[in-house]
């Protein structure tokens, strides 16, 4: 009898409690297969290799948006397309981000759709042999298209064209960190290079808290993240410290595709001007502004080291 009532006692307590949701986060890496190393096809396969075992070695799945152009290079079009096979074969997805990363907010819009059609030339068969389909799409910049009639004329174009758009709602800035990072490995300067790295790894608390908290205010719960990062050299360095460091705040790894589900992400995209996540964005389209959080800052002395540059 004691036991049935401590049984019923504990049975109600447990419903008494919120419910916990379990924090989970869809990994997405940008501007594959290595931005930036359109001659050294040795570091262009070192940097893939890098984001290629970490990932496996994590377990997590991820998905990588590939910019073409990095594949056509003179001499090394076969060694390139090789990188994006062994992606497929180990079971990850691919993405189109454009075959030359334009912005939409920059050329026309026909400029816009060639670089669309031309974006998954090599990767759409490769995908095709294996029985998988070319889904996702994402915006080069995150920009997609400055006016309300511009933005809607590339959307239709990309449902004509049977994608979909793969949103962002962590970004913390690691192209900044990473574009100094290399510069400064390429100098000899491994003890600034190091210390570049570990502050980038401070970033992603922060970088999270910023969007748990912006969920919050938006949704009153922490939606599935879809995590930004691209495929540099420093995170194919430091991608398992940055999982390890995903995980101790709670977060499970999922597909884009599940993430994808939970209702924040069904509202139509009714954004037209400069990037910004989808939690940004949807507080615009709400004409809600965020109260507390902040999008967290790269340090200044870092910042001193090499000027900042332009990716996304
Ligand atoms: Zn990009």
Request: aromatic content about 10%; overall charge neutral; hydrophobic content about 40%.
């Amino acid at each position: 009898m004691l036991r049935i009532v401590i049984l019923v006692a504990a049975t109600a307590q447990l419903f008494a409690q919120t419910p916990q949701r379990q924090r989970s986060v869809a990994i997405t890496i940008d501007d594959g297969p290595a931005v930036n190393e359109m001659r050294d096809l040795g570091a262009f396969q070192r940097i893939a290799r890098g984001l290629l075992s970490s990932l496996e070695a994590e377990k997590v799945p991820a998905t990588i948006f590939i910019n073409e152009r990095q594949l056509n290079v003179q001499g090394q079009r076969d060694g390139r397309a090789a990188v994006i096979a062994q992606w497929l074969d180990a079971g990850y997805d691919l993405g189109n981000h454009a075959y030359s990363h334009a912005s939409a907010n920059r050329v026309s819009l026909r400029e816009f759709q060639d670089d669309i059609v031309r974006g998954d030339v090599i990767m759409r068969p490769l995908m095709a042999e294996r029985n998988r389909q070319v889904v996702w799409f994402r915006y080069p910049f995150l920009n997609s298209g400055e006016t309300a009639e511009a933005h809607q004329a590339i959307m239709d174009f990309l449902e004509q064209h049977h994608y979909r758009v793969a949103h962002v709602t962590v970004d913390y800035k690691d192209y900044s960190f990473a574009g100094i990072y290399q510069r400064l490995l390429r100098a000899g300067d491994a003890a600034n290079a190091e210390k570049v790295k570990q502050a980038y790894l401070d970033q992603i608390d922060p970088g999270f808290e910023y969007a748990e908290k912006a969920s919050q205010e938006l949704y009153g719960y922490e939606l599935p993240q879809i995590l930004l990062i691209h495929c540099n050299e420093l995170n194919s360095v430091t991608l398992r410290d940055s999982i390890a460091r995903m995980r101790k705040r709670g977060y499970s790894f999922v597909t884009l595709e599940e993430a994808t589900k939970d209702p924040a992400y069904q509202r139509a995209d009714s954004f037209a001007g400069n990037g910004g996540s989808w939690l940004e964005r949807t507080a615009k389209i709400m004409g809600k502004k965020f109260t507390s959080p902040t999008p967290p800052k790269m340090p200044e002395w870092i910042t001193a080291l090499a000027p900042r540059r332009q990716q996304n």
